[in-house]
């Protein structure tokens, strides 16, 4: 370690503290001190989590603090943890990080629009953890990290140390726990980079709103002439793969906020799924992961380093981190206008809903809470049953508020700057999952690129009978019978059944929201029939 930084004022006591390393050194101390860490022959870090390979979001803990008590969306996602259990989770997290040899500081932001943006202190023991948040949090001058001051969010990682599962408030041995009041994350139990990367989304989706900010889980580009898109969808829709449009301008993957001036990226990197990576497919993510990025728990040769992007046997979850500027095509500053195109992503497979159709202002709500997706159950013999998926939002594990007050701010912005709302699937077509076959990835580009280009404008639709949405019934390098699905299926009376077990899990689905909805946006939802 070549540098000397203080903590004293978190607690910490530890002589060998480095703040701000850069890359090639962290390599160093990672190789040194981590076992099992490895270059990749492409130059990318290889670094593992341990036993967590994902998020833990049944782990997480929201203090219930008086000043955000009210604001604050108990339940599922929200559990609540008294601030005793807090102050008890942090000091272990303390007495942790003061056994440890070293630490590693890294103090940047979140947040490329200065007159929203969070100082954010991340403390870990791990060199792999420091160049993630230095991929992932924008990466301060040598100014600003002179003048940075007092953070306003401090993470502390202690995931090599266990939470006590009878006290630490989850029943395991893994917490993760927020308090808004002192503006700390305490992680314990669980060494899955990831965890910090979405504590600070979690921060930012409660204190945007709070000024009139919608905050999203979406990616973000910009074409040539500046007009921006928003890419809604969970893991797996394909939301990082089609931002990397080498057409346009990568504005961001995943977190972003649009204010009264346009939209800012939350992060200065960018977090893909590797699992199969093809150069040819995914070209942009593929030669983004060199020297200075992180890959998570992959497999590799040990004779030659090249990693085996097919080998799911640590993890199906095998992620890249890398900043932002290692895509050839980013925008930097990652900021853009009011966005003229907003996109959902759900891969359906159960095969019912259309490669694409434009959305009503009410069926964009009804689709934004909903939040639909569908994953495949497993690949066990005789299971072929796709298993449906609501995320309000799309970003439900990271909601602060009730999803109404989001869904609230993005029809506001909807309708002020009359953004057109597209629903997109790239699932699976001619069938469910075990019969039909994936949407072709070209297909899902050909169409995306119809939306910007505005070949489907003026297009004839046809209204979909069961979830009334309008389907285009034409696109430029689309076939016109898959635009249809119910004429992919060799069997259109299995396409009815199918398509109204779908309209029901989501009218069961919305019965949880319909409350706080509007009659327009109910009536927006699929026709079940009696």
Not at 410 to 429: E, F, I, M
């Amino acid at each position: 370690m070549s540098e000397r930084f203080s903590l004293a004022r978190h607690g910490i006591a530890v002589e060998q503290v480095a703040r701000n390393l850069p890359p090639a050194i962290l390599y160093e101390e990672a190789l040194r001190h981590e076992g099992g860490t490895a270059i990749a022959s492409s130059g990318a870090l290889i670094a593992y989590s341990g036993a967590k390979c994902g998020r833990s979001p049944k782990d997480k803990r929201i203090v219930d603090e008086e000043g955000s008590r009210d604001d604050v969306w108990w339940g599922d996602v929200n559990v609540a943890q008294q601030p005793e259990r807090f102050a008890a989770d942090r000091r272990r997290a303390i007495d942790f990080l003061n056994r440890c040899p070293r630490l590693y500081c890294v103090d940047a932001f979140a947040g490329w629009d200065e007159a929203h943006r969070l100082k954010v202190r991340v403390i870990c023991s791990r060199a792999y953890h420091a160049l993630f948040m230095h991929n992932m949090l924008i990466r301060p001058t040598a100014a600003e990290l002179a003048s940075f001051g007092e953070p306003e969010l401090v993470i502390l990682n202690a995931g090599g140390e266990p939470a006590d599962p009878e006290h630490g408030g989850t029943g395991t041995t893994t917490s993760i726990a927020l308090s808004f009041a002192r503006g700390e994350m305490v992680i314990l139990g669980t060494e899955y980079a990831g965890e910090m990367k979405k504590g600070v989304f979690t921060v930012m989706n409660y204190l945007m709103p709070k000024r009139g900010v919608l905050s999203m889980h979406c990616s973000a580009t910009a074409g040539e002439g500046g007009d921006t898109s928003v890419f809604f969808g969970l893991s797996g829709t394909g939301k990082t793969t089609l931002s990397a449009d080498p057409k346009r301008r990568l504005i961001g993957d995943d977190e972003h906020c649009w204010t009264d001036r346009g939209i800012f990226n939350i992060e200065g990197g960018c977090y893909a799924k590797v699992i199969r990576l093809r150069e040819e497919a995914e070209p942009d993510i593929f030669h983004a992961i060199r020297f200075g990025s992180v890959l998570e728990n992959v497999v590799f040769d040990p004779a030659t380093r090249a990693v085996d992007y097919d080998d799911d046997s640590v993890t199906e979850n095998t992620r890249g981190s890398y900043p932002i500027d290692f895509i050839a095509n980013a925008r930097i500053p990652c900021t853009g206008g009011h966005p003229k195109h907003v996109i959902f992503l759900t891969c359906d497979a159960f095969g019912v809903l259309p490669p694409v159709a434009r959305l009503t202002p009410d069926q964009a709500m009804y689709h934004f809470i909903s939040g639909y997706t569908a994953k495949v159950a497993g690949t066990e013999v005789g299971v072929t049953e796709p298993k449906a998926t609501f995320s309000p939002c799309f970003g439900g594990p990271f909601l602060v508020w009730h999803p109404a007050k989001y869904a609230e701010l993005l029809a506001a912005k909807l309708r002020r700057h009359q953004a057109s709302c597209w629903l997109v699937n790239t699932g699976w077509s001619g069938g469910g999952y075990g019969v039909g076959r994936r949407m072709k990835l070209a297909y899902t580009r050909a169409i995306v690129d119809a939306i910007h280009d505005g070949a489907l404008d003026g297009v004839a639709t046809a209204e979909d009978p069961i979830f009334g949405v309008a389907v285009p019934t034409a696109c430029p390098g689309v076939p016109d019978d898959v635009l249809l699905p119910r004429r992919t299926w060799a069997d259109p009376a299995a396409y009815d059944a199918q398509a109204q077990h779908l309209a029901r899990l989501f009218a069961d689905n919305f019965g949880n929201y319909e409350a706080g909805a509007s009659p327009a946006i109910r009536r927006a939802g699929p026709r079940v029939a009696v």
